[in-house]
């Protein structure tokens, strides 16, 4: 299990200072140096373990033109202390188990990576090259030189002061200092099995075979805050994060998931590790001119430190912060800056809720336990603010001398404090911790059930599990699969295991201690409509008892559609209104939908509406006005025609051809009448009975008055010496010119009829929201020439009437056919422009009230003379009369 010299000496070359064998020993001895700073404990199997015990290094540029000075770190870490017990714990439980690797015993080398990659990478390099003996320097290099005496040629020198390797590292807790550890060892497949790495870059399989991690990757994380951020409707968020591997990368996925959420970022930024005052400075101009108060930072603890620090400086409040899993439980940062951290919202990793004798390891700690460890020493002190008899702590934190405390009295106890050490109230990391463990385990149980002949590799040979290659060790770690504390642990081709987040929520109890509340969970697994699941009811907000808006623009409401700003983010737009014709009944829409040709948007524009449907109906005033002047005045023409039908035998009545002027009368009640088959819903039947109706009754009543006045006109040319006119317009003819000049307008509409009837029309043309149901003509052609075929017998009739306007008789008729005539013409000329510019309702007005014009023209010019003479004076109702001059 041991590494090859050849291996070794290319760690020492890269790390060691000469050349030559001197050189190579006196690096050797300085690797494997003894380092106090380290906890160790023996084993068959000795699994070593980086933890990030302390942070915050100081800032320095070093110049290289003297030894750059070593850092001092400003932070000790209890949380990152808890983890370190919790490995130590673990192994310590799985040693005492007869279930779990009975013939073997687990040992542990533990160093602290201080969060740095050059730190992390010396610590990763001594426990792959094994512990060394207690002994001086001097020893140490004759031992050396004695084993290189008696080798044979093969340079051992490093091999001979090792004691045991460590094949497999749990650590570290960054991203950025894994990848670097990585790098460096996975030429020599030594896995390393991070509790808080969460990077998704770690993911890829083809760069670093060699890692596995009980810490779900940031792309479930990442998924998880654009659900969360989509959910309360905050699509204008600001997004910042540590330079780091763990920050750029997440950053990077948050925004491409967040798309499809239809979430933006106001503003991206990236800050250093350490924050000088010019960072702060640059992140929080950013912060206070964004219009965002939605903040996701994907750092760790100590950063947020600083940028609280400068928020209360600058006295910004009103911040809804979301934590990434790096500080989402730190439990110390609410200390100090409670104030501006409530309401905070982030996602945690799986919690365990107890692990059983836990707080018994962690608070069994008593001053004689831990003078053999730097760490426990320095925590202790850092707690009690004492200092222990002969304490191996070196460790000053930057205040003046730790050597001015004053002795520790023996009698502390855990107990009796609070410390992030010994809070077992949120088991998250230490959880990981205690789960990386038992895959080493798991693994190393599955190694020793291999039978020889059935093992998975070259010949089926299995590996010994006292002496085997970190390789093999790698192999049994990625098919392990077994159940930590009830929970089953497995893991998918990249090394991830399935993620689970609790959403957690910074409460403010009532004494002002902070309460973690879960008020919701992400599961990976669940279908992604059911992935998150959010009990918004029991969340404290920063300010009030709702979720703050965090939008660049408002939504826009149902009726309006997305209108984008041309170079700006798709959360910035404009809200336009739906077209005519067009609505939207979702909030956001981003295109509206038309209506079909039946239906109409409503006022809001968010709903399509059946059309008004509109024709001339009898039921509203117009169209009861219009039949009621139609009926009044066909009772008016049947009254005249029983008046001229009493008065049969006067001379009057005898005078003014009897005959065609009972016709006539006929034919203006049914012209009346016509008018009422123009009122009322159409229809294809009724279409076709309307305009022929009107067409054959006007042909008629024109052609009665041409026959009357043909022979009026005849009547009197008859006089002449030698005139024989009057025997072609008898009767007969008269009956017979008259049903011609009808005949000729039937056959007319007979021919429209046959061809291109007239039919009903929903006409959505004129008025998008309204339906018109009118009849067209079918033929433009066919209700022309009917038309125009009345104009032409007006026009023939008049022409005749004109000419025996002056014919000497005392009772002239052609005076008022005349008359009549030019009102006929006057209402028909007017109508066709009026007709051609009006549409639906008012157009069958327009059509009803020309008919009735015409109508009540020819019957008041023609027959109210002859009425009031008849009715009102009788006495010139004579012959004499009617012969008078």
């Known amino acids: ?181 990585l790098r460096s060892l996975g030429s020599f497949h030594i896995p390393l099995v991070s509790y808080f790495a969460s990077c998704s870059c770690l993911s890829n399989q083809r760069e670093f075979p060699s890692f596995m991690r009980t810490m779900p990757s940031d792309a479930f994380q990442v998924r998880a805050l654009a659900r969360l951020v989509s959910y309360f409707g905050w699509t204008w968020v600001g997004v910042i994060g540590v330079e780091s591997d763990y920050a750029r990368f997440a950053i990077q996925l948050f925004l491409q998931e ?147 405390r004053s002795p520790c009295k023996g009698k502390e106890d855990l107990n009796n404090v609070y410390s992030p050490y010994s809070d077992v109230t949120q088991l998250r990391v230490s959880y990981n911790v205690y789960k990386a463990v038992y895959l080493v385990a798991h693994a190393l149980q599955d190694m020793s059930n291999c039978k020889v002949g059935q093992g998975p590799f070259l010949n089926g040979t299995c590996a010994d599990p006292k002496d085997f290659k970190p390789w093999q060790l790698i192999y049994y770690m990625k098919h392990a699969n077994f159940s930590a504390l009830g929970e089953k642990v497995n893991f998918d081709q990249n090394g991830d295991p399935i993620a689970y987040y609790d959403l957690m929520n910074w409460q403010k109890r009532p004494d002002g201690s902070l309460h973690l509340v879960k008020v919701g969970f992400y599961h990976a697994s669940s279908p992604t409509g059911r992935s998150l699941v959010i009990n918004d009811t029991v969340i404290q907000w920063p300010i009030g008892k709702q979720a703050s808006r965090s939008v660049c623009s408002e939504s826009c409401p149902p009726g309006s559609r997305i209108g984008r700003r041309k170079g700006e983010p798709i959360c910035c737009f404009d809200c336009v209104p739906c077209a005519e014709g067009e609505v939207s009944n979702k909030t956001d829409s981003l295109e509206c939908s038309r209506c079909s040709k039946d239906t109409w948007p409503n006022q809001a524009r968010n709903l399509c509406i059946p059309k008004t449907v509109e024709f001339l109906s009898f039921h509203e005033l117009m169209g009861g006005v219009l039949c009621a002047v139609s009926v009044l005045g066909a009772c008016i023409s049947l009254s005249i025609l029983a008046i001229f039908f009493t008065y049969k035998d006067t001379p009057l009545v005898r005078a003014n051809n009897m005959e065609l002027s009972f016709l006539l009368l006929l034919f203006l009640a049914v012209c009346f009448l016509v008018g009422l088959l123009f009122i009322g819903e159409p229809s294809d039947w009724l279409c076709r009975i309307r305009y022929p109706a009107f067409g054959i009754s006007f042909a008629l009543c024109i052609s009665c008055l041409l026959a009357k006045t043909i022979v009026v006109l005849m009547a009197f040319r008859s006089t002449l010496p030698g005139s024989n006119v009057m025997k072609w317009f008898g009767p007969n003819q008269q009956r017979a010119s008259a049903l011609l000049g009808t005949a000729v307008q039937v056959i007319i509409c007979l021919i429209w009829l046959l061809t291109s009837p007239p039919h009903a029309n929903n006409n959505t043309g004129y008025h998008s929201a309204i339906i018109i149901i009118e009849c067209v003509p079918g033929s433009e052609v066919g209700f022309w020439c009917v038309l125009g075929y009345i104009g032409i017998l007006a026009c023939m009739c008049f022409l005749m009437a004109f000419l025996a306007r002056k014919l000497p008789d005392n009772f002239n008729e052609a005076k008022f056919i005349t008359f009549s005539m030019l009102i006929f013409f006057a209402v028909w000329i007017t109508f066709i422009p009026v007709y051609v510019s009006t549409a639906g309702k008012y157009t069958v007005a327009v059509h009803i009230f020309a008919i009735l014009a015409s109508a009540f023209g020819l019957l008041f010019c023609i027959f109210f003379p002859k009425c009031c003479i008849i009715i009102l004076k009788p006495e010139k109702n004579t012959k004499k009369n009617m012969m008078q001059r």
Not at 119 to 134: C, Y
Not at 359 to 385: C, G, M, V, Y
């Open 1 to 181: 299990m041991a590494m090859t010299a050849t291996k070794l000496l290319i760690f020492l070359s890269l790390y060691g200072g000469g050349t030559g064998l001197a050189a190579s020993l006196d690096n050797c001895v300085f690797m494997g140096a003894e380092e106090k700073n380290s906890l160790y404990e023996d084993g068959d199997v000795v699994i070593g373990g980086l933890f990030p015990l302390h942070y915050s290094p100081v800032s320095s540029l070093p110049t290289y033109k003297t030894k750059p000075k070593p850092y001092m770190y400003k932070y000790f870490s209890s949380r990152a202390l808890r983890w370190m017990q919790t490995m130590t714990f673990a192994i310590k439980e799985i040693n005492q188990r007869s279930d779990l690797l009975p013939q073997l015993k687990l040992g542990f080398h533990i160093h602290d990576s201080c969060d740095d990659i050059p730190v992390s990478l010396r610590a990763s390099l001594l426990l792959v090259n094994g512990q060394p003996e207690r002994v001086s320097r001097a020893d140490n290099v004759n031992k050396t030189e004695k084993s290189l005496k008696s080798s044979t040629g093969s340079n051992l020198g490093c091999a001979a002061i090792q004691k045991t390797v460590s094949p497999v590292i749990i650590g570290d807790a960054a991203s950025g200092v894994s990848m670097a550890l």
């Open 258 to 404: 967040s798309m499809q959420y239809g979430v933006c970022a106001a503003y991206t930024h990236f800050y250093p590790v350490v924050l000088s005052q010019q960072a702060l400075d640059e992140l929080l101009d950013v912060i206070q001119t964004a219009s965002s108060k939605v903040i996701i930072n994907f750092s760790g603890e100590s950063e947020m430190q600083g940028i609280l620090r400068e928020i209360r400086h600058r006295n910004i409040t009103g911040l809804q912060w979301i934590a990434s899993e790096a500080w989402s439980t730190a439990r110390s940062l609410w200390e100090k800056f409670g104030d501006l951290l409530k309401g905070t919202l982030g996602f945690a990793i799986r919690r365990a809720d107890v692990i059983p004798g836990l707080k018994q390891h962690l608070t069994s700690l008593r001053p004689s336990d831990i003078h053999e460890s730097a760490f426990l020493a320095e925590f202790w002190e850092e707690l009690f603010n004492c200092q222990l008899n002969g304490s191996v702590n070196s460790h000053s934190h930057g205040v003046d001398s730790y050597l001015d």
